[in-house]
């Protein structure tokens, strides 16, 4: 019978950076809200020139920052930057990181962005990934 195991690491697991929709710190919030919108996905990953994690953009964001008292400020889209709205704080992990360790992250976040030790971007992992790993191994191991 196949065997599934939990004990692997999760680089195999990882959707590489090449295929993550991302926006730079210094992009406008316009062309956030752009990337964002064509690629459909509700928080996508920030980062800088160097290709380094700085944090995370999303449509709630965006549209916070844009809220005036009365009405939506639709100049600031392009007046403001990225890096002023982001969230800094980032669920990460190293590409040697147990699945543990992203089966318990993944409880609060929607995905983990994966790090080298220099902080470069290397891809993502999903909460869809990790449950389809945890699906498979109660599948053909219980
Ligand atoms: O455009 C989409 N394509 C596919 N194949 N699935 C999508 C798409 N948009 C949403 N989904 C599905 C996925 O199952 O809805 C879930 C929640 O999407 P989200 O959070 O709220 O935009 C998706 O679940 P998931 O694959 O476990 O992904 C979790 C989160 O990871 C997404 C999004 O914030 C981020 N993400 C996933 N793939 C990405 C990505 N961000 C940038 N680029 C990618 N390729």
């Not at 999760?10 to 316009?30: F, W, Y």
Request: aromatic share 8%; with cysteine.
């Amino acid at each position: 019978m196949k065997q599934v195991s939990l004990d692997n690491g999760i680089e195999k697991l990882m959707i590489p950076g090449s295929k993550v929709a991302i926006v730079q710190e210094g992009n406008s919030l316009e062309h956030a809200l752009l990337v964002l919108t064509k690629s459909g996905y509700s928080a996508i990953p920030v980062l800088d020139r160097e290709y380094k994690l700085k944090g995370l953009i999303s449509m709630s964001l965006i549209l916070d920052a844009i809220l005036g008292i009365e009405k939506i400020e639709y100049e600031k889209l392009s007046e403001m930057k990225v890096e002023e709205v982001m969230n800094r704080k980032v669920a990460w992990m190293r590409e040697n990181g147990s699945f543990f360790r992203g089966l318990e992250l993944s409880i609060n976040h929607p995905f983990l962005c994966i790090v080298d030790e220099n902080n470069t971007f290397i891809g993502i992992l999903t909460r869809k990934s990790i449950l389809a790993q945890v699906h498979n191994y109660l599948k053909f191991n219980t």
